[in-house]
């Protein structure tokens, strides 16, 4: 695990990524934040693994071909997305492609 240098008056947070380089957002992000005055202190736990799950991929993949993603406020229906990886973008463009 790579680790920010914690005081005992640091408040110890996990971030669950690899670290970015030369520079990470997140990093940069919570060494600058206070929590009740408290510094924090970020240590990233990379990923071990990447690989994806067909069940979710469908999910995704019906929710396309229905059209549930899109901007009315039906319900089951979702009005947009949020990506958290660049592997999360390169599945989903992989589905759309499709």
């Known amino acids: 695990m790579s680790a920010t240098t914690a005081d005992a008056g640091s408040i110890p947070i996990f971030l669950l990524k690899t670290k970015s380089t030369p520079h990470d957002g997140y990093e940069e992000y ?14 990233f736990v990379p990923v071990l693994e990447h690989k994806l799950l067909e069940p979710g991929l469908d999910t995704v993949r019906q929710l396309l071909r229905s059209q549930g993603i899109n901007n ?18 390169e599945a989903f463009a992989s589905l759309v492609a499709e």
Not at 32 to 43: I, Q, V
Not at 72 to 89: K, L, N, P, W
């Open 30 to 43: 919570f060494s600058a934040l206070k929590l009740e005055g408290r510094e924090l202190a970020p240590t």
């Open 72 to 89: 009315s406020c039906d319900e089951g229906t979702y009005g947009g997305m949020i990506f958290t990886s660049q592997r999360a973008v």
